[in-house]
């Protein structure tokens, strides 16, 4: 028989288990956090990857207790998130795109603390993908937990999702100065490409919406 310890670190590792599956996909986030590492100061990549986690764990706690299901029932939300959401993450995009090559990692471009912790949310929050997954994933895993596991089973996410972010700003954060300012350009060029492209992707998505 498993004891009530043994219990409580099983429901532990199913959260962590689930939190790591959630955010190892390339998705925005990590995007963020990677293209941050790479052209802004270690200070203000560790301030982004930290309010990234902050938000994701914010979005992770409303997904298992049922965000999905507000969406559901609120449909002008759903559309507005859709709208905003693909909007915003075209613009960063195109302004990554923008970024001259002798700017990138310049202390004259750093992103405003303002700017780091508002783009983090919105990567997060206006990302419809992200709270559709994450309420399938998680929602629909909180039906097969006792409701006394609940806490420790979310716990085990949060931490996936902390030492997610700080891990991944810190590697890439490491290997900074292995790459010269034409490397850094290809690598924001990219990022800012494929941001776009979601970004459409979700304004196609709210045009579909729209008209059926």
């Known amino acids: 028989m498993v004891g009530k310890g043994g219990k409580i670190m099983n429901f532990f590792l199913q959260g962590l288990t689930m939190g790591f599956a959630i955010e190892a996909p390339i998705g925005l986030a990590n995007l963020f956090v990677i293209n941050n590492a790479l ?10 990857a930290f309010f990234v986690a902050f938000f994701d764990i914010a979005l992770s706690i409303a997904c298992f207790f049922g965000i999905g299901a507000v969406m559901k029932q609120f449909e002008w939300l759903k559309i507005a998130i859709l709208l905003f959401g693909s909007l915003i993450v075209i613009y960063m995009g195109i302004n990554l795109l923008r970024a001259e090559t002798s700017e990138i990692g310049s202390k004259d471009t750093e992103l405003t603390m303002f700017k780091t912790i508002s783009t983090a949310f ?22 097969t937990l006792p409701v006394n596991s609940y806490p420790i089973f979310i716990g085990g996410v949060v931490i996936a999702s902390f030492v997610w972010f700080i891990g991944l700003n810190l590697v890439i954060a490491k290997f900074k100065d292995k790459f010269n300012a034409k490397v850094l350009r290809t690598i924001n060029m990219v990022c800012g490409a494929v941001i776009i492209l979601y970004g459409l992707k979700l304004f196609y998505n709210f045009i579909t919406l729209i008209i059926h």
Request: glycine share 6%.
């Open 122 to 143: 919105v990567m997060i929050w206006f990302n419809p993908q992200a709270i559709i997954d994450g309420s399938l994933m998680l929602g629909a895993f909180q039906v």
């Open 39 to 48: 052209t802004q100061s270690r200070r203000r990549s560790y301030i982004a």
